[in-house]
């Protein structure tokens, strides 16, 4: 008992430092502004700049690749850039678009949204430049499937500075963050507790064995079966949330521009009970970052498996996830809490806050929003899963044994994610993931150069043959 009661201890005390590493924050009027998100804003900011704001001149060509304009029947890969597409949107939409939303609201007030569509917007930015390096650095194994992400561009952009053991050092410092960060913990977690609260159904072992049952028969099949799976559930899990949003400000219609009113206002005038202007700028822009991992380095893995032979053309597919994720399914999100009226003296916060506003209109709700969270949750979790295949196989190498081995010990970890007090290990994963944030945005910027380049020639090429 005794070792066991220090082990916990040293665990809490271990994840809690790191944890307070990771999130530092600095004041600033008064709020606190944690640097992470200071390291992924700017990095959004930076990129949007540097690249002639790439992020909306390109919107309209990234619609074009990805309806499959510019097919190139040569193209190498393993899945096609929508289901690269769809695959990374099931790892970055989900509770953060329920939840996330409804506490940058609860701490910032209504004006925090238009800070969070702002910061969707330069992310998209970010999620092209990562993306393009993710398929130009990709790696084909000898049996024919890619590997790719920042484990792999990172040694590239150190040793252009010749520094190629820091380059190495640092590309395994992101895997190992990422293997760590893979972990689906939260995601089952809260989809027992809706479950719990909606049902009654209160047996966390069953229900973690029998969600750690599906995603092994999803995951088993490697990245063209979780993409088969992403690309039919992400549009389905969508539309049953957006359908239930949208009848509920389509009952609210004459409201709506009162409602934008009330975000642009309490985004330049918020009131001080919401830390003022800072505080609202730094709770939206926190929340986006949490919402679609622009710059965290995750999307670019699954985007790395997408069939083409141009990196370009798969970062114009990478920048419309921060667009649907954030500008679309958070504002929409905010938009049904801001018309209910649900955020205004609510002693509510996360996804209580959402189902509450969705209840008001329609009282069955709470149950449509377990099976969203449940379907969002494990469009994240088998996401997540390749991630962290990925980082494992470029660790440990990518024999099937290897693979089968993580496939195993993830599955495991899946079985246990229900059980309460767990707390810990969510602060842990969180550190972890914000980690992987540290040394793939300094490869962005050693190789955003290189970008700008490809990218100019890609322009070039693609108006000549017009």
């Known amino acids: 008992m005794v070792t066991e009661f220090s082990f916990r201890q040293g665990f809490e005390w271990f994840t809690n430092h790191l944890s307070s590493v990771v999130f530092y924050a600095f004041p600033v009027a008064g709020v606190e502004i944690p640097m992470v998100v200071l390291w992924l804003v700017s990095g959004a900011i930076i990129s949007t700049f540097y690249l002639g704001f790439i992020n909306v001149r390109g919107f309209v060509h990234a619609l074009k690749v990805v309806g499959g304009r510019y097919k190139d029947p040569k193209q190498q890969g393993d899945i ?17 678009n329920i939840a996330g939303v409804a506490v940058a609201i609860t701490l910032g007030g209504p004006g925090a949204t238009f800070w969070m569509i702002v910061a969707g917007i330069l992310g998209m930015s970010l999620k092209f430049v990562e993306c393009t390096l993710a398929v130009k650095y990709r790696h084909q194994a000898p049996d024919g ?29 992101f895997a ?23 049902t009654g159904f209160d047996n966390a072992w069953l229900f973690g064995a029998l969600y750690a049952l599906l995603v092994a028969v999803v995951i088993i099949g490697g990245i063209k079966s979780i993409a088969n799976v992403t690309s039919k559930l992400v549009p389905i899990m969508c539309a049953i949330y957006l359908t239930a949003a949208l009848i509920i400000i389509g009952g609210h219609a004459s409201a709506v521009p009162a ?4 975000i642009i206002h309490g985004a330049f005038a918020p009131e001080a009970a919401y830390g003022g202007f800072i505080g609202v700028l730094i709770q939206g822009f926190r929340r986006a970052a949490y919402s679609n991992e622009a710059g965290i380095g995750s999307s670019p893995i699954a985007h790395a498996a997408a069939q083409t032979r141009q990196p370009v053309s798969q970062g114009f597919v990478a920048l419309l996830e921060p667009f649907i994720d954030t500008v679309v399914i958070c504002t929409i999100t905010a938009l049904v809490i801001i018309l209910t009226g649900a955020y205004l003296g609510a002693d509510l916060d996360g996804v209580r806050l959402t189902s509450s506003a969705f209840a008001s209109v329609f009282e069955w709700f709470p149950g449509v929003l377990m099976v969203a969270l449940l379907l969002f949750g494990f469009s994240t979790v088998i996401s997540w899963s390749y991630y962290g295949l990925k980082s494992w196989s470029y660790l440990f190498g990518e024999t099937t044994f290897n693979q089968n081995l993580f496939k195993v010990l993830f599955c495991l970890v899946v079985s246990i994610g229900a059980v309460p007090n767990i707390l810990a290990v969510f602060d842990l994963i969180d550190s972890m993931i914000f980690l992987m944030a540290l040394p793939n945005i300094l490869a962005i910027y050693l190789l955003m150069p290189e970008v700008k380049q490809d990218l100019k020639a890609y322009w070039h090429k693609i108006q000549t043959e017009k």
């Open 80 to 96: 096609t850039p929508f289901q690269a597409l769809t695959t990374a949107l099931s790892g970055t939409v989900g509770t953060g």
């Open 176 to 198: 190992v963050a990422c293997v760590f960060g893979s972990t689906a913990f939260v995601h089952v977690n809260q989809g027992f507790a809706q479950v719990k609260g909606v």
């Open 145 to 173: 499937t890619f590997s790719g992400g920042p484990m792999y561009y990172i040694p590239v952009a150190l040793a252009k500075f010749n520094l190629p053991r820091l380059g190495k050092a640092l590309a395994i410092f």
């Open 259 to 262: 409602a934008f009113m009330t």
